[in-house]
């Protein structure tokens, strides 16, 4: 009896098509990737030699652009001392702006600060050239009118004691003039000195008083340190006939016991120029319009928390500068 072996069965075959899929497309990304790098090297050797031709360019304009600014400076140079060491002075200035061009010409991306340079070099020279020019035509009319002045003074010289006699006879004219001049401005700044005293306006019946505010709302005096709220102070403006009618004003100080005039910038206190120049600060402006005849006036010092010490308070009266005004109040 026969005896059969079973033989085994055959392996299934593998798709390898995946696989060589992700193959190709890992090296079709490479080949892009080294053709981008490529297509990005030859743009950038492209523009540095643009840039390169553009540096080149740069050098040779700006190399004529000097030489020819050199030579217009020159062209201006002739036998007047003054002028050819201008000229010299001038040449030195452009060499020093050459060689910052050439410093900046030695690298590429220097090119848009060169072009400055270069423009501010053009600048330069045209001033230079300008400022020749002007001084050449200086000299020319200068030497004119030295040969003019030639030609006069041999004509003075022809008449020359008849000159002497009119230059005196102007000089004891000129003379005269200036002494009437002179006694006219004394007599003017006099008077204008008199006219600023006599309209000062004075003050007369000045009267301080310390107050409280009671809760009826109505100021009472009082004399306690302590219980004074505010200073108030009234007094007469006198008719003044030379004072221009108008808005006037007095400025008011008053002094503490300390010798310190009270004063807070935020309640309109400031300094005011005596009419001897000196700085004084004053309390307060007591503004009121001048209509020429005599008028009352009141002013009040009055500031939230203001504290008052024991002693003697000044208070001064100003006008344009000028006291005209004062009197005293006793706090206890």
Do not use: C, H
């Given at each position: 009896?026969?005896?059969?072996?079973?033989?085994?069965?055959?392996?299934?075959?593998?798709?390898?098509?995946p696989?060589?899929?992700?193959?190709i497309a890992v090296l079709l990304i490479a080949v892009a990737v080294l053709g981008v790098s490529f297509m990005n090297r030859g743009t950038e050797n492209a523009q540095l030699s643009t840039e390169l031709v553009e540096m080149e360019?740069?050098?040779?304009?700006?190399?004529?652009?000097?030489?020819?600014?050199?030579?217009?400076?020159?062209?201006?140079?002739g036998s007047n001392d003054e002028l050819n060491a201008l000229i010299d002075q001038q040449k030195e200035e452009l060499r020093l702006q050459n060689e910052k061009i050439t410093s900046l010409t030695r690298d590429s991306r220097n090119l848009g600060a060169a072009r400055k340079e270069l423009a501010d070099l053009r600048t330069k020279a045209s001033g230079y050239l300008a400022?020749?020019?002007?001084?050449?035509?200086?000299?020319?009319?200068?030497?004119?009118?030295?040969?003019?002045?030639?030609?006069?003074?041999?004509?003075?010289?022809n008449d020359l004691q008849v000159s002497?006699?009119?230059?005196?006879?102007?000089?004891?004219?000129r003379a005269v003039l200036v002494s009437e001049r002179e006694k006219l401005a004394n007599q003017n700044s006099a008077?204008?000195?008199?006219?600023?005293?006599?309209?000062?306006?004075?003050?007369?019946?000045?009267?301080?008083?310390?107050?409280?505010?009671?809760?009826?709302?109505?100021?009472?005096?009082?004399?306690?340190?302590k219980n004074v709220e505010r200073i108030y102070v009234c007094f007469n403006s006198l008719d003044n006939a030379v004072a221009e009618p108008g808005e006037e004003t007095f400025q008011m100080r008053i002094i503490d016991p300390t010798g310190s005039t009270m004063s807070i910038e935020a309640e309109g206190s400031g300094v005011l120029t005596t009419s001897d120049g000196e700085q004084v600060?004053?309390?307060?402006?007591?503004?009121?319009?001048?209509?020429?005849d005599a008028a009352n006036h009141c002013a009040e010092w009055?500031?939230?928390?203001?504290?008052?010490?024991?002693?003697?308070?000044?208070?001064?009266?100003?006008?344009?500068?000028?006291?005209?005004?004062?009197?005293?109040?006793e706090l206890k």
């Open positions: 009896m026969a005896t059969y072996q079973n033989s085994p069965a055959p392996r299934p075959q593998k798709n390898r098509t696989l060589l899929a992700g193959i360019q740069f050098k040779a304009q700006a190399e004529k652009q000097y030489y020819e600014s050199l030579a217009e400076l020159e062209e201006m140079r400022e020749l020019e002007e001084l050449r035509e200086r000299n020319a009319q200068l030497t004119e009118d030295r040969d003019r002045l030639a030609n006069e003074r041999d004509l003075l010289n002497q006699q009119t230059n005196e006879q102007l000089n004891s004219e008077l204008s000195r008199k006219v600023d005293v006599a309209s000062v306006i004075k003050t007369n019946n000045v009267t301080v008083e310390g107050q409280k505010q009671r809760n009826s709302g109505r100021w009472v005096g009082r004399n306690n340190a600060p004053y309390t307060k402006n007591v503004p009121f319009s001048f209509e020429g009055n500031v939230p928390g203001q504290e008052y010490a024991e002693g003697i308070y000044t208070i001064e009266l100003y006008n344009k500068g000028n006291l005209v005004g004062n009197t005293q109040l």
